[in-house]
């Protein structure tokens, strides 16, 4: 059934394109003709699931994709999607990647349209600068963030887009962020790493079941966007790789986030919102964020970060089932004055950390201002935080609570926590300024600041029964088929 759509969109590639495709389409049409008539083999044949299935489909190869680790794919990639552009308002279309090594630039998706990867692709991040666009800085941060002005357009980049699916049988994107760290570290970049897949303004959205590694910095950059599903995401890099933060959902709404894998340099997931005054003017929170069953290793970083750049505020994150093993902290508020923006409604349970210097971190004063330009005026609101049903084992300290003089973080709730220390603890296990709020059945004893209700009056910190929007988006059973000679 949809080899015939596949030959349909061959046809149709001959009114868009000049000689040269027309002939490479005209013979792949009668390859697939002599097929038909003919007993074919099936090669490719698969099931996924996903948001919306697809009425068309193509493979890279063709477009003169060539999966051998060396030649790039640029080209191939940018004309496959212009080509597969034309059925947005027709059933949408699916990119396959077959197995291989495909070296490539940066390249924009289109709406309606599915990338898929099989098991043993790999998409190789191109060495060559050249393959790399500027585009603008983020408006809500207002200059990049290893640079002023522009930065790198993300490896796989889309922006006003809608119904977009990326995913495949764990297939890989390989950033070979390597030259770019060294770049990093020698302050030899004029403008921003790209990420591996950044969507910008755009609406429904899966990442799913793919393997990401060695990202020149962040992995996964949802921002101004909204329905957004990221599943079965096993991310890696060398924990002293800089900025290769997990999944990033900046200026998002109703997201969620579950069953990842992630081993990287900086936090595993990061909740963002835009950086001072830019961010402040811009105005988008990340709001109903859902974050469920991930494993995190991070040791110089958080399992959730939640800032630093929180200026258009962060509201209502609901995270549970989470593992933890040798990182630095669990979740930690990062915010500083000049920030404005909010965190609030934040609900963590059920999470479980081995090897942490702190299990707990509130940061009031991050610093790390885009210029001189923030207010020192724009103080943040730190309050209705959450944690409850916790146990932690090997911990150097139980949490380093540091909120902003004259606006201390508030309602603060911690219940049903156990941590047990590391051989050579810290001496004080709970340091707390500026912050205030209570706790219940929690050892080790938290500071006077997070007054303990006692055991006759045991409580437990809020978690909100109801569902968020994204939790109801289901997947449907989607299928491919592929016939080659
Ligand atoms: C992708 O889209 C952006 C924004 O429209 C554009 O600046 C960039 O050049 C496009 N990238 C490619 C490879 O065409
Ligand atoms: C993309 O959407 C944003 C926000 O709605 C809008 O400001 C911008 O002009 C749009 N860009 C394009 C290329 O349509
Ligand atoms: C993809 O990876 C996940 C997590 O490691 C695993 O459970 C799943 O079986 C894998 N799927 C395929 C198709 O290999
Ligand atoms: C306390 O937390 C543990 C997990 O750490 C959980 O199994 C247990 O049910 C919780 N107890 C209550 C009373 O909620």
Redesign the pocket.
């Known amino acids: 059934m949809h080899i015939k759509e596949s030959s349909l969109t061959i046809f149709e590639v001959q009114k868009m394109v000049g000689i040269l495709f027309g002939l490479i389409f005209l013979v792949g049409m009668m390859n697939i003709r002599e097929v038909e008539g003919r007993k074919s083999r099936v090669i490719d044949n698969f099931e996924y699931s996903a948001i919306n299935c697809r009425s068309h489909s193509a493979s890279i190869t063709d477009f003169g994709g060539v999966g051998d680790g060396s030649t790039s794919n640029t080209k191939a990639f940018i004309t496959a999607v212009d080509h597969l552009r034309q059925f947005e308002s027709d059933g949408g279309a699916l990119l396959f990647v077959p197995a291989g090594k495909w070296l490539t630039g940066s390249f924009n998706v289109t709406s309606h349209f599915t990338l898929y990867l099989h098991k043993d692709a790999v998409l190789l991040a191109s060495q060559d600068m050249n393959e790399w666009p500027l585009i603008d800085p983020l408006p809500s941060y207002g200059r990049g963030r290893d640079a002023p002005g522009g930065r790198y357009a993300s490896l796989i980049f889309g922006?006003?887009v809608t119904d977009v699916i990326i995913t495949g049988e764990n297939g890989t994107i390989d950033g070979q962020g390597e030259m770019w760290w060294q770049k990093f570290h020698h302050k030899q970049l004029k403008h921003t790493r790209p990420y591996l897949i950044e969507l910008?303004?755009s609406d429904s959205i899966q990442i799913s079941h793919l393997t990401l590694i060695n990202s020149p910095s962040w992995n996964v950059h949802p921002t101004?966007s909204s329905n957004i599903l990221i599943q079965g995401i096993t991310i890696s890099a060398p924990v002293n790789s800089p900025n290769t933060d997990g999944i990033n959902p900046d200026s998002c709404t109703n997201t969620r986030i579950e069953d990842c894998y992630i081993v990287s340099g900086d936090d595993c997931v990061a909740v963002k919102s835009g950086w001072d005054e830019y961010g402040i003017s811009y105005g988008m929170p990340t709001q109903q964020l859902v974050i469920r069953r991930l494993t995190c290793i991070s040791p110089t970083s958080a399992v959730i970060a939640l800032g630093s750049e929180m200026s258009g505020g962060i509201q209502d994150v609901r995270a549970e089932d989470i593992l933890a093993i040798n990182s630095e902290s669990g979740v930690r508020i990062k915010t500083g004055v000049g920030r404005g923006g909010f965190v609030k409604d934040i609900y963590v349970k059920g999470f479980t950390m081995h090897t942490m210097k702190w299990a707990f971190w509130m940061t009031g004063n991050y610093g790390s201002h885009p210029d001189d330009k923030y207010d020192p005026k724009a103080i943040p609101t730190i309050q209705n935080i959450n944690y409850r049903d916790m146990v932690a084992d090997d911990v150097k300290m139980a949490a380093r609570l540091e909120g902003i003089s004259g606006d201390p973080f508030t309602e603060i709730c911690i219940s049903n926590v156990t941590i047990s220390l590391a051989a050579k603890p810290k001496k004080v296990q709970w340091a707390c300024t500026d912050v205030a709020g209570i706790s219940s059945d929690v050892t080790p004893k938290p500071c006077d600041s997070l007054a303990d209700q006692g055991p006759d009056h045991k409580i437990q910190c809020q978690f909100p029964e109801d569902r968020l929007p994204i939790d109801d988006v289901e997947l449907q059973t989607c299928s491919y088929k592929r016939r080659y000679l």
Do not use: A, R
Request: overall charge neutral; hydrophobic content about 20%.
């Open positions: 922006t006003n910008m303004y101004y």
